[in-house]
């Protein structure tokens, strides 16, 4: 489609839900009178790197965080395009849950959608879009059917958090955990006290079987972890630890692709991502109930 209009920026949107609080936004919208389609991208990953000026430098180190897709492209040819934090990252209000966003977060981004569409520069038809986290979120919020939802593009989104990130056949897939923590952990509120959800005795209980795990206190980074639990980003790792089997907590954050007709979805993966994206999206590809694509990348 040709480029059509100019990019008018509104930065620092706050986009209000149930519970009270805001989540903060950047929308750029074709500079134009009308109403237009929205794609909705959104992550705890800082909004601004998001939206990093392709020209003149194009692509590079930056450029390569950017999952979102490219604001301009989108924008000039007629789509409101919006890059969201959500609850507990960057300056989104509330309390961020864990890597894997439990149903409160996702619940946030179907009031955000139903915002969107009553806004008078859009048209009333919501797409999603974005890769990794990006489409994770989307994944799971198309599962509650949205009315102004109409499309995700979704590749590259783990969908089973127990089997497709943190624990591979049952063993601690720690890794790539321990450098999302340390390097795309920054501007989470982690105010998880875990202590207080699961009450003294049966916390320490669960303290003292990791400390007794010689596999868990092996590696640095969690013996690190297991034994300051209450600082920075450990109470977000320490929790997986302790969710260590396929309980509840991983059921209740994995979607459920049989309720229903759900909208079409655009899905995908390569062959490098075998142990994280690729069997996820496999997974929603077999499972999702309506129209769907998938693309197998090298």
């Known amino acids: ?151 995700i593009f979704a590749p590259y989104g783990w969908t089973d958090g127990y089997r497709d990130l943190f624990y591979h056949g049952g063993i601690f897939s720690y890794g790539f955990f321990q450098a999302w923590a340390t390097n795309r952990g920054a501007g989470l509120n982690i105010d998880k006290d875990l202590k207080a959800e699961m009450g003294d005795n049966a916390y320490n209980d669960a303290l003292e079987t990791l400390r007794n795990d010689p596999e868990i206190m092996a590696i640095p980074f969690l013996a690190g972890v297991v034994n300051d639990p209450e600082t920075g980003r450990n109470p977000m790792v320490l929790e997986i630890l302790i969710h260590r089997f396929d309980d509840e907590y991983h059921r209740e954050r994995a979607p459920d692709f049989s309720a229903g007709e759900l909208v079409p979805a655009y899905l995908g993966a390569d062959w490098g991502m075998f142990g994280f994206h690729m069997p996820g999206d496999v997974r929603a590809f077999e499972n999702w109930n309506g129209p769907k694509k998938f693309v197998m990348g090298p």
């Open 1 to 151: 489609s040709a480029r059509e209009y100019g990019v008018i920026t509104e930065r620092d949107v706050r986009v209000p839900v149930d519970d009270g609080i805001t989540l903060d936004c950047d929308i750029f919208r074709p500079d134009a009178p009308g109403k237009f389609p929205v794609i909705l991208t959104a992550s705890p990953y800082d909004k601004a790197a998001q939206s990093e000026p392709m020209v003149p430098k194009a692509i590079d180190f930056d450029r390569a965080f950017i999952e979102s897709g490219d604001f301009n492209f989108f924008t000039r040819r007629g789509y409101v395009f919006v890059i969201m934090n959500i609850r507990g990252s960057w300056a989104s209000d509330g309390v961020f849950a864990n890597r894997n966003p439990d149903a409160r977060a996702i619940q946030d981004l179907y009031e955000a959608i139903e915002w969107l569409a009553r806004q008078d520069w859009c048209d009333g038809n919501v797409g999603m879009s974005g890769v990794s986290y990006f489409s994770v979120v989307q994944k799971r919020v198309a599962v509650l059917k949205p009315p102004s939802l109409k499309c």
